[in-house]
């Protein structure tokens, strides 16, 4: 298991990346010292890398295990685009073509085999015993989530890959997955046998991707008007029944839209079909059930949408994390119903297995609660895999979008005193029909006869439901976990009931009158020549038709970006650019140079490659921040006032305070640009006795001249000294 090459050689040479991202840089020592590593790293986080770079750094073959023949296919494609030997093993091969490649790996030509589970294990270990003959540098497991019952995608045949540090002591292994929870991490490790292995963990933090939530009701008409809005972006739309892909993308295609469906009820050459159209941008939008995906490499997805809810955060993450690979602005939109989480609580039984149940449950629960928090659902999601956030990331809809609060402290003690006098043994849809005086026989006929039955005609069910779930994320209500989630009171309640606490929740959605919500942009720290960049995408497509290869697989949207910013003028200064490898470089080059050099020619235009030398391998905030927020920014640097900038962008004056607060947030403005000293104090003291999340509230217990902005404001440079 010698080592013949540098890691930084390889990584520049063949991947033309100047520097490794992250911590890949120590996993790839890790393994090279032939230790054992456990990796967690987001969807887009460079993970292939971790195992790539040594594989070829290495004399002899690393074997991948892949779960599936799509997800091989994609990663052998890239790799034989950058001119690496790589093949993968499946049963869509015909004998005579598995016989060549198993001469290839006796002859040691491979770099990178990728093999099924069942394949590297399975037949009475006879692929093992063929692999104690070659030179194994390294065994690399993906998607290692799938070895654990705990996680959100078991495979059973993944368990006897418990076998391989006992064939293979010496060699080492790398486990490596986007989605795993504790008991998940925990679980990789016991079933890999990997003891003495070093555990390394991400950031699950995809800034690029926006996050939201709408109601599901009368979807289609929202989802009609977001496609229209991104005519030119690809797009994968997520449905829980293979009817419903079907039902959804032909609703889509007879509305004008470059759609097709997928899911596992189709012909296989049906599936291959739509999606080798979709991976070669032939077709824009998937609709699919969760069949798809996993794998797909894809790194041009711009958005990601749920029709339907997800049954856990695991899966949802991973399904979202398939738009933006390449690190440019996406969205991730789910159309959220209460009536999905009923439907899916059907489907989480697991038949004479107790256990199994009850934590698909509660992760159905975590998932419901993820639709339906106040909070920040970036933080919501870090948390939930154990990282810790900030309470505003002003890149998802609740960050942009602040309900506001008012005083519902008599519709709380409804809602409260109905819990209490039915002694907690009933859940929220009982709780709203008992409170509507519902004449159904599901209301026991003793409920019939308290004072609460009926007491809440005035509002419709939907909103008392609305109202339950608003006291659930208040902390003045707790549910039971397991099947039956009954409604408990907790001592905050009681302080509603018995000590005159007021209560300050937010209206429902549905009567929440619409916020502008700012458009997602591409992530860029300088100007790009638009033109130039739409005329490299067509390059770049035609070339992928030309070799029956994926677009992305080519060069990536922000290698394109890249050649149309900086504006390389030679074949050195193309090697400087991301993505541009030697192999690359020599078979590509030519063509984007030469279009390149057209277009500034045309333009008078000339090389910028200084600027690239000037990025910093962490990028500043300034490159993060979408550019409707900077033009806000810019605006006000130039002495203009809140109302100004809003009537010159034709904004709302809330959503310009939305942007100038992120301002706030990361430093960039200070807080006594906005609110006064005196203010500032007056202020503090107030949140620091009430918190942050009842704006009202605060409001009102202050004086009359300062403003719900001057509050925002607060509560950003109060936040940001908790995160320096």
Known sequence: MAVIASPAAVLKNVFGYDRFRHNQEEIVSQLLNGDDAVVLMPTGGGKSLCYQVPALCFDGVTI??????????????????????????????????????????????????YVAPERLVGADQQFLQYLSGINVSLFAIDE????????????????????????????????????????????????????????????????????????????????????????GDSGIIYCLSRASTESLAK?????????????????????????????????????????????????????????????????????????????????????????????????????????QTRILMRKLDQMAKFCETRSCRRKYLLNYFGETAAAYCGNCDTCL?????????????????????????????????????????????????????????????????????????AGYLVQAEGTYPLLKLT????????????????????????????????????????????????????????????????????????????????????????????????????????????YCNRHDLTSRMKLRQAKKEKRPRAERNPDTKKASYDLFREGHSIEEIAKARGLSTVTVESHLVYYVLTGDISVSEFVSPAKQALIEEKLRELGTQRLKMIKEQLPDNISYAEIKMMIAHLEAQKTS
């Open 64 to 113: 991948v295990v892949s779960p599936l023949i799509a997800l091989m296919k994609d990663q052998v494609d890239a790799l034989t685009l950058n001119g690496i030997s790589a093949a993968f093993l499946n049963s869509s091969q015909h004998a005579a073509e598995q016989a060549v490649i198993l001469e290839q790996l006796r002859k040691n030509e491979l770099k990178l085999l």
């Open 401 to 473: 979008s602040k309900p506001e609060l008012s005083d519902r402290t008599v519709i709380a003690q409804k809602i409260l005193s109905a819990v209490a006098r039915v002694q907690e043994q009933f859940g929220m849809h009982y709780i709203a029909d008992l409170l509507r005086g519902s004449n159904s026989e599901k209301i026991r006929a003793e409920h019939k006869q308290l004072s609460v039955y009926g007491l809440g005609k005035d509002l419709p069910k939907e909103e008392w439901v609305h109202y339950i779930k608003e006291l659930l994320h």
């Open 251 to 355: 609703d889509l295609v007879n509305d004008g839209f470059n759609a097709a469906a997928y899911h596992a009820g189709l012909e296989k050459t049906v599936r291959d079909k739509h999606q080798e159209l979709f991976l070669k941008d032939d077709i824009r939008i998937i609709v699919a059930t969760i069949a798809f995906g996993m794998g797909i490499n894809k790194s041009n997805v711009r958005f990601v949408i749920h029709a339907d809810l997800p049954k856990n955060i695991e899966g949802y993450y991973q399904e979202t994390g398939r738009a933006g690979r390449d690190g440019l602005a996406s969205e991730a939109l789910l159309f959220y119903s209460a009536g999905d989480v009923m439907k899916l609580r059907n489907f989480s039984v697991v038949e004479n297995n107790e256990e």
């Open 491 to 598: 001592p905050a309640s009681k302080d509603v009931l018995f000590n005159g606490q007021r209560v300050f929740l937010a209206a429902p959605v549905q009567v929440i009158a619409a916020r502008e919500m700012p458009e997602p942009v591409i992530y860029q720290q300088h100007n790009y020549e638009k033109e130039l960049f739409e005329q490299l995408k067509q390059l770049r497509n035609r070339i992928a038709h030309e070799e029956n290869a994926p677009a992305y697989l080519i060069f990536s949207d922000s290698t394109l970006l890249d050649l149309a910013t900086f504006l390389p003028g030679s074949r050195e200064e193309l090697l400087s650019v991301s993505g541009f490898g030697t192999f690359k470089t020599e078979r590509y080059g030519g063509p984007f140079l030469e279009l390149v050099q057209d």
């Open 144 to 231: 290692a989530h799938c070895i654990s019952q705990w996680g959100h995608d078991f495979r059973a045949e993944y368990r006897y890959l418990s076998q391989l540090k006992n064939r293979f002591p010496q060699v080492p292994l790398i486990a490596l997955t986007a989605t795993a929870d504790d008991i998940t991490r925990r679980d990789i490790i016991e079933q890999l046998q990997l003891q003495q292995a070093r555990v390394f963990e991400n950031s699950f933090n995809r800034p690029n991707i926006r996050y939201t939530v709408k109601p599901k009701k009368g979807y289609y008409d929202e989802l009609v008007t977001y496609l229209h809005a991104h005519p």
